[in-house]
């Protein structure tokens, strides 16, 4: 039957995860002590936020969860410790910032971690929270016209890869004499066993004993999966791979690997590593 096998939280958009035995679900995705997937993004001086394809050093950022702080490590640098209560809306400092075509206020944070954060990244920036007011919301064409919440996501709560998709690349990967690649390359929040390669592309739902997980829409893939996730270099680049086989006529034939979830049912419940999982296939 399959199974999970990973669970990953990102709580800094385009820094490292933190794997996880168990986490909860909710509508904007996984979270794990109160802290929620990407409920933090670095932006630039005009609040536009920064990735790894063009900043692929945010890759050694690398968080941690301890005793009611959020702390972060960067090679050669003290670690920082960010709070993680809310600050006070009444006087807290705010920041238009913008994740793709959404534009929405979030908290600032101080000076400390904007300095902290420009030096680990290399480049003026800033490290903002999502703020509780602000509405991010996934596009209807993929829900189904359901609403449904996100933080600062690429577009959607979660993502789901297979670790028989991933053989499958490291295969054809390997049968030209290249390395295989790990499956941070992807940064999946779930990884599942003992389906086949791509089985997720056709599935209808995965139910979690009373979780109900409805894949909406398949990834597209930018240049990250080439960034390294120990090194923060780029290289080896896996697209053109990928190119070859997983052109998708669905996003007008992006390169997809992995699919974007929501949640159907079950919030606030609980994923566990081992839990198994029924797959509904759409067909």
Not at 62 to 88: N, W, Y
Not at 104 to 116: K, P, Q, V
């Amino acid at each position: 039957m399959p199974t999970i096998t990973e669970l990953t939280l990102y709580p800094i958009k385009s820094c490292a995860g933190i794997p996880l035995r168990e986490a909860t679900v909710t509508a904007t995705g996984l979270s794990h002590d109160f802290i929620y997937d990407r409920e933090w993004m670095v932006v630039n001086d005009q609040g536009q936020f920064l990735t790894q394809r063009e900043h692929p050093r945010m890759a050694l950022i690398q968080p941690s969860i301890q005793s009611e702080k959020l702390v972060v490590r960067a090679p050669g640098m003290l670690p920082l410790e960010i709070p993680l209560d809310l600050p006070d809306p009444a006087s807290a400092a705010t920041l238009q910032v913008q994740v793709w075509d959404s534009v929405l206020n979030a908290y600032d944070c101080d000076l400390t971690t904007a300095t902290w954060f420009s030096n680990a990244v290399g480049t003026p920036c800033r490290l903002v929270r999502f703020h509780p007011d602000a509405q991010r919301l996934a596009s209807k064409k993929w829900t189904g016209d359901i609403d449904v919440p996100t933080m600062f996501a690429d577009g959607y709560p979660m993502l789901l890869i297979s670790a028989a998709s991933l053989e499958d690349l490291n295969g054809r990967l390997q049968a030209q004499g290249r390395s295989s690649i790990p499956m941070n390359r992807f940064r999946p929040n779930i990884v599942m066993d003992g389906i086949e390669a791509y089985e997720e592309d056709y599935a209808e739902s995965f139910d979690i004993g009373s979780i109900r997980l409805k894949p909406v829409k398949p990834c597209p893939r930018c240049p990250m999966p080439s960034v390294d996730q120990a090194t923060g270099q780029f290289g080896p680049d896996p697209m053109d791979i990928l190119q070859t086989y997983r052109a998708n006529p669905l996003v007008d034939g992006g390169i997809t690997f992995g699919m974007n979830l929501i949640l159907l049912s079950g919030e606030d419940q609980v994923l566990r590593v081992g839990d198994e999982v029924e797959l509904s296939l759409a067909f």
